[in-house]
């Protein structure tokens, strides 16, 4: 009940008040979540370092009372995350930045990291780097035009964050217009979490930006059934009324989608939402993520599974990022 009051319907219509209610410390957390004397004050220490962000819609979505609840796993800090060091930059990005804010590692394709802004922390991400750092958007555009104009090579511009569609609009638009100007580019990619975590913000004036910009692949981040809502499922039509085209990604989580049942009901709910499943990925060895982490070859298992279970449409590649920065590989 209390949860639902936290949600009020002006909130609710509203995406810049979801953000701006969000739950971002430990004594917020206190407030709306069940926390077991052992694990309190350690979830505090958690909160210090890498803080929690749930909206108002995600803790509608969770059962507070329950350590199981799968979309509770996934953004609210556990005592757990402070046994693994793990890698603060497990991907080996900055290694790969040619100017602030853009990852070139493979020839062809280009990755600009475009603000730390999310509309959720999730408690795996691999660039959790970033929220620590002060509020940034992107702002080297000579940069990103001189780049792309002297690297032909590249074909493919992933668009990602944080999440993109939490940059100011002009921004957005600001990208879009720059990315369609280089003739060498063929695609055009957007990673977003927010249809599944803060579907008010797909609205009137952001699907008037991206429709100017089709054709657009959306990359959405969505790991559990759960996750799609009707909200979510209204979002997803929308985009794909103004012209983008939408595939999922989705980070294979323990205690989260770590069986084949979960999974065929997810990828096969994507598709007939028109969602291509494209990736399950394992778990990036990010600090405090060990808990989260499945063996590739109990995610083998659950792919050879899904073969013949589910749509082939619906069947993803399973891949996994090498640390370090080594590139993709399937598994
Ligand atoms: S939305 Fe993406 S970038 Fe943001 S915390 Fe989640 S995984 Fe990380």
């Not at 957390?29 to 909160?47: D, I, W």
């Not at 819609?57 to 953004?75: A, C, H, K, N, Y």
């Not at 692949?217 to 759960?226: A, D, G, Q, T």
């Not at 394992?282 to 050879?304: L, N």
């Amino acid at each position: 009940m209390a949860l639902r009051l936290f949600r009020s319907p002006r909130v609710a219509r509203d995406w810049r008040l979801e953000l701006a209610r969000a739950v971002t410390t430990f004594d917020q957390l206190e407030r709306v979540m069940v926390l077991s004397p052992s694990e309190r004050e350690r979830v505090r220490q958690v909160c210090r370092v890498y803080p929690p962000f749930i909206t108002p819609f995600l803790l509608s979505l969770m059962d507070p009372g329950d350590t199981e609840d799968p979309i509770r796993r996934q953004v609210v800090p556990s005592p757990l995350e402070l046994e693994d060091p793990g890698m603060e930059d497990p991907l080996a990005e900055d290694a790969h930045s040619p100017f602030p804010g853009a990852v070139h590692q493979y020839d062809n394709r280009l990755l600009v990291v475009t603000t730390n802004r999310c509309a959720l922390h999730c408690r795996y991400c691999f660039r959790k780097r970033n929220w620590r750092r002060p509020l940034f958007f992107f702002s080297w555009w000579m940069e990103l035009e001189a780049y792309l104009k002297n690297n032909p090579q590249v074909e493919d511009l992933l668009i990602s964050g944080g999440d993109p569609f939490l940059l100011p609009l002009e921004m957005l638009e600001k990208l879009l217009s720059l990315a369609r100007s280089v003739e060498t580019l063929k695609v055009i990619r957007i990673g977003t979490r927010v249809p599944v975590a803060l579907p008010s913000r797909v609205d009137g004036e952001l699907l008037r930006v991206l429709d100017g910009y089709t054709p657009l692949w959306i990359c959405l981040h969505v790991n559990h059934p759960r996750e799609l809502t009707e909200e979510m499922a209204r979002a997803v039509e929308s985009l794909s009324r103004v012209g983008c085209s939408l595939v999922s990604q989705t980070v294979l989580l323990r205690g989260v989608n770590d069986s084949w049942e979960t999974l065929a009901e997810l990828f096969m709910d994507l598709l007939s939402l028109g969602v291509k499943p494209y990736y399950l990925f394992q778990c990036d060895p990010a600090p405090g993520t060990a808990h989260f982490r499945v063996s590739a070859d109990e995610g083998r298992d659950i792919m050879k599974s899904l073969w013949g279970r589910v749509s082939g449409l619906a069947y993803p590649h399973y891949a996994m990022d090498l640390p370090g920065g080594g590139g993709k590989v399937l598994l």
